[in-house]
Every structure is written in C-alpha cells, then in structure tokens.
C-alpha cells in the first residue's frame, strides 16, 4: 500500500516550490514498455532535502527527469513555485532550468572542450550576467567548493570528485531555488561521496532545497526526508528522526510531524 503524504490542491499562495500530481510515464523502447512511473503525488517545500531511494529499475531517475522537465508526462501534472509547467515549451523549460533548477547527474556531463571554468560561467552568461559578474559568480563557488586553481583545467584532468564539484557550481551559479542529483556520487569512490555528501549538506544547511535520487544510504543519510520509490510508486514518505532540522528544511520536518 503507497504510504505517501497527501499532496493539497496547488494554490499560488504559500505554493510548495515543486508539487506533482499523477505523474505517470511510460518508457517504449524496443522490447515491453517500462511502466517507469505509474502516479505519482508529491510536493517539495522550499528548504527541504529530499532524497529518493529505491532499487534499480525502479524508475527513480524518471521521476527526477520529470522534475526537471527533462522528460514530459503521459499524464498528470508539475507546478513549479504555484506555476503550473504543462504547456512549457522545450525553449522555456531550458530557460527555467537555467534560472530555477539546478541539476547534477551521475556522469558530471560537462562540456568536455570547454575549460572548467568557461563550463561554469556559461549558464550564467546565458542568463544575461555581465562576464565580469559571471566570473565573480564562479570564483565564489570555486572557493567554496575547493577548486581553486583547477579554473584552466579540462574536465577530462580532473578526477570524478572533483568534475563533480565542477558540475555543482555549474548548476547553482544562477543560485537556482531547486538543486536535482541524479546519482551525484554514483560514479565516485568512497571519499568523493563523502566529499559531495558534506557540500549538499552543507548547501542543505544554508537554505538550498535538493531533491536527489540515490541508492546509496551514505548520500540518503544526509537528507531529512527520504522517499522510498519502488515499482513507479513511493512506497515509502518520511522525514528522518536523526537528521537534524536545518535551515528552512524545518518546516517540512514539522508539516509531517505535526
Ligand atoms: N529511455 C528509456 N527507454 C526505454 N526504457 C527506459 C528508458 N529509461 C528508463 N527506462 C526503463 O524504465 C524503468 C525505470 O528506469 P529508471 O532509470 O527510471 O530507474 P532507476 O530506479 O533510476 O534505476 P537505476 O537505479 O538502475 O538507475 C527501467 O525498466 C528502465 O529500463
């Protein structure tokens, strides 16, 4: 039985900054369709981390493609901060991923003949900073996230960790309202996940809203709620009584303890 959190009607009022409503998507490839998310009801508050767990297959990285509008609906629908996404086109759903999504996938997919510092500064420059702005953006986030001195670099000289904290300054130079991961440390060794499991956390603290999808318990282990997705449906909704309640994160603790 689907034990997930009854979602409210949208209103624009006090909206949560992403909601979905009987998302379902079917994948047609060549042989069965994969039924990869079959209804889905959810609605993410500004400050929470969210973490999707579940076994392979399950249909985790669907769903979070559908989040970000990397992939459309069969049906049902995803407002984003009160705003219903339906009838986006591919040109403003690339827009409102510049602007309000940040994402980070598995394989880091920078722009590999692009230094690492142009692959940063580019969605800024896309979004109409100045160079000089953008650059300032990006020298920010290379401090903090320990990559300075790497800013002439190719993707392809630096190791999986440190591409991947390439790829997290990439998605939150336009500090977007929402960070997605798609297995952030899928492909990194034990110490770059726990390398890219303190910086979520550590942007978690101050504020950034994160839905990730992972199947590793040392990444969930960071989130204060971890949804349990299995067979397209969530099987499982809970906040983590061992997480600390942090930043704005708390009120998507209370709302489900209350
Ligand atoms: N582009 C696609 N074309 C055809 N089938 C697909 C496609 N993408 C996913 N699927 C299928 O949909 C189902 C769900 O896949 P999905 O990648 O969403 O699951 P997952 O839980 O993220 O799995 P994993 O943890 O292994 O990445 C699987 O049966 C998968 O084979």
Redesign the pocket.
């Known amino acids: 039985m689907s034990r997930s959190r009854p979602v409210p009607e949208p209103c624009a009022q006090d909206a949560p900054l992403l909601q979905a409503t009987g998302l379902v998507k079917t994948?047609y490839?060549e042989g069965t369709p994969?039924h990869?998310v079959r209804g889905v009801d959810l609605a993410v508050r500004q400050g929470e981390f969210v973490a999707v767990t579940?076994?392979?297959?399950?249909?985790?990285?669907?769903?979070l493609h559908l989040l970000g509008g990397l992939q459309r609906p069969d049906s049902g629908s995803l407002w984003l901060d009160g705003e219903r996404t339906d009838a986006y086109s591919e040109a403003r759903w690339a827009a409102e991923r510049r602007r309000r999504i940040g994402i980070v996938f598995q394989f880091f997919n920078l722009v590999s003949n692009l230094s690492v510092a142009d692959n940063v500064e580019l969605p800024a420059l896309l979004t109409g900073l100045s160079t000089r702005k953008a650059r300032t953006e990006r020298e920010h986030l290379f401090a903090e996230l320990g990559l300075e001195g790497k800013e002439r670099s190719m993707p392809g000289e630096l190791s999986g960790g440190e591409q991947q904290r390439v790829a997290l300054a990439r998605a939150l130079v336009n500090h977007p309202p929402l960070l997605l991961a798609d297995?952030p440390a899928g492909s990194l060794d034990s110490r770059g996940t726990r390398e890219v499991t303190r910086l979520l956390s550590r942007f978690h603290q101050r504020g950034q809203t994160i839905v990730l999808?992972t199947?590793d318990a040392r990444v969930a282990s960071a989130a204060d709620r971890v949804i349990s997705?299995f067979d397209g449906r969530i099987a499982d909704d809970a906040a983590l009584d061992t997480a600390p309640a942090r930043g704005t994160g708390i009120s998507g603790v209370l709302e489900l303890k209350g």
């Open positions: 994948h490839g994969a990869a579940g076994p392979s297959g399950a249909g985790k990285s669907t769903l297995e999808v199947h997705f």
